[in-house]
């Protein structure tokens, strides 16, 4: 099972970017999916989750600005970001709550990460 991330880049502040999320592999469920992001010198932290179900939650930071989405016939999830800030800054790395087709349980997995850089 793989979880690959795509969407990042550089955008001025103000501005908006589309990160996608694909999971692979001999996948038999995947529950919660989420979003963190590390910037230079902090820890990773979660910035958006979504359930099977499609709820959702959001970091104080992101909230009204962000959306987190997700398309389970695919297994893949999205974040939209608006409003760019600065301080959105860093790595962003999807997360699922997967169980493998040959495992009995979910456990997590993680992508590789994007880089986010919000700058003039």
């Known amino acids: 099972v793989q979880l690959q991330a795509s969407g990042g880049g550089l955008v001025q502040p103000g501005g908006s970017l589309r990160l996608s999320c694909v999971a692979s592999?001999?996948?038999?469920?995947?529950?919660?999916m989420g979003w963190y992001r590390q910037a230079p010198g902090k820890q990773r932290e979660l910035v958006a989750s979504?359930?099977?179900?499609?709820?959702?939650g959001y970091a104080g930071s992101v909230k009204g600005r962000f959306s987190i989405s997700r398309d389970n016939a695919k297994n893949m999830v999205y974040l939209q970001m608006n409003s760019l800030k600065p301080e959105d800054t860093g790595v962003y790395y999807c997360?699922?709550?997967?169980?493998?087709?040959?495992?009995?349980?979910?456990?997590?997995?993680w992508g590789q990460g994007t880089l986010v850089t919000v700058s003039s």
């Open positions: 997360n699922g709550n997967i169980r493998p087709q040959y495992e009995l349980h979910l456990r997590p997995f």
């Open positions: 592999g001999s996948i038999f469920r995947i529950n919660d």
């Open positions: 979504i359930t099977r179900d499609g709820n959702t």
